[in-house]
């Protein structure tokens, strides 16, 4: 067979295995809203080594892990269930506190959630590799127990969706070295809802979408079969959601009024990873990653009026009506983040042919440096990771990999003004328990 059919036919069955891939419902569970849950074997090791090449799931750190399951058509599907537990707690209003008032609290905000991501690659020559991975990389979704918590007149729902498609193509330019390149094709829906007014106000709020394309590119380094040092780079991805601004008609029924053509930027940012994986033993190995994301790209949450804009949003809920004019904020919640930092370290043994058994520690550095840019929609704080894990050898042709890991999030204060000028205090608490799941298989 020619090579420009080995091309056609792997393309196709990459696409065909791309189209039906799953990516479930989302929740953030990295610095910021990122979701690092991308890889259940990366999972169990608190992702030490995510980008050295363990698995076709390391592509999505680093897109030279292409190369890494040789010749065939190879398959993987990672699953992750992640329960979060978070609540959050208003101090005071103005100075005054009102800890003790039943409206401080919010209940439980986030929900369970489902991350799903799949892997494909086929090897065209000796040298040449093509594949996909399809992910859903940034996300969250906030929705507090008490919708009247003194707090949703900064957020009472939060919800963002990303689905991205990488097609890569790697060169093995030299014996253990790999190079890769691809692009990135991202949908994002997002909407955010604010109390109008007052905690007991109807709802206001923007809902939009919009595609964003970005690039990947890595190399993976195998000096000797016992050393795998791999470093990959996601680019920054910029969405313009373009969509509706609206205030709701009642409380009650929560019909829409008062409609009008809005917009909302959302910076993302570029990723770099660097992970090596070393084998002290032939049963032993040592991992560890180094991951840099540029969260300085986020320095607000912006709705600007598409056209003129009838709102009632900010003034009460007995104010009067305003027209916002084409061009012009209609609101805005400022974050002016830092970097975020992640570091990893961890291992793996081989405890038979067949049993790979695996654990690992983080750290992360979260990019809210200080609680006036802590956003209560978007909770973020420094967090350890701790994980184990397993994978198990079904035949020749077909592997599991199960992970664990508990999220231990320090309290995080906050300290933000409200549309209306009200400066808020407060403080989130939060606990993540995450398992996944995996299969592969070669064809």
Not at 5 to 12: D, E, Q
Not at 152 to 170: D, E, F, I, Y
Not at 366 to 383: A, F
């Amino acid at each position: 067979m020619c090579r420009a059919s080995r091309l056609a036919n792997g393309l196709a069955a990459i696409l065909a295995f791309g189209a039906v891939a799953v990516v479930g419902v989302n929740s953030a569970h990295a610095g910021g809203f990122g979701i690092r849950e991308q890889s259940a074997s990366g999972q169990g090791a608190s992702f030490a080594g995510a980008a050295a090449g363990n698995d076709l799931s390391s592509m999505f750190w680093n897109p030279a892990a292409v190369s890494v399951k040789g010749k065939g058509l190879n398959f993987e599907s990672h699953y992750s269930l992640i329960v979060p537990r978070a609540d959050i707690s208003v101090h005071t209003l103005d100075g005054v506190d009102v800890s003790a008032s039943p409206l401080s609290e919010s209940g439980n905000f986030p929900a369970p959630a489902i991350v799903g991501a799949s892997y494909g690659a086929y090897q065209l020559s000796d040298k040449l590799y093509v594949g996909v991975s399809i992910n859903s990389p940034f996300g969250l979704t906030t929705k507090p127990d008490n919708s009247q918590y003194l707090g949703s007149v900064l957020a009472r729902m939060s919800k963002l969706l990303t689905l991205n498609a990488s097609p890569t193509v790697g060169y093995k330019i030299a014996p253990g070295l790999t190079v890769a390149a691809g692009f990135q094709v991202q949908y994002a829906d997002g909407e955010f809802k604010f109390a109008t007014g007052a905690p007991s106000g109807t709802s206001s709020g923007f809902e939009g979408d919009d595609w964003a394309f970005g690039a990947t590119a890595g190399i993976l380094y195998q000096p000797s079969p016992t050393t795998s040092i791999g470093l990959g780079y996601r680019s920054r991805l910029s969405h313009t959601l373009e969509g509706d601004f609206y205030t709701n008609a009642s409380s009650l029924t929560g019909g829409r009024a008062l409609v009008s053509n809005a917009e909302a930027d959302i910076n993302l940012p570029d990723i770099v990873t660097l992970s090596v994986k070393q084998a002290i033993s032939p049963k032993v190995r040592l991992m560890g990653t180094v991951e840099w994301s540029n969260w300085s790209r986020f320095e607000d949450l912006t709705v600007t009026a598409a056209d003129d804009t009838v709102t009632v949003f900010n003034l009460g809920p007995t104010g009067p009506i305003s027209t916002t004019a084409a061009g012009s904020e209609i609101a805005s919640i400022s974050a002016g983040w830092g970097d975020g930092w992640y570091l990893s370290a961890g291992g793996e043994y081989d405890a038979s042919k067949f049993v790979t058994m695996r654990a690992g520690v983080g750290y992360e550095i979260s990019p809210v440096k200080s609680p006036k840019q802590r956003v209560l929609g978007i909770p973020d704080s420094n967090r350890l990771w701790l994980s184990a894990g397993a994978s198990l050898a079904l035949s020749e042709s077909m592997e599991v990999d199960i992970g664990y890991t508990h999220v231990a999030i320090g309290s995080a204060d906050f300290d933000r003004n409200t549309f209306s000028g009200t400066n808020m205090t407060g403080e989130i608490h939060a606990v993540i328990d995450i398992l996944a799941v995996s299969l592969k298989t070669r064809w």
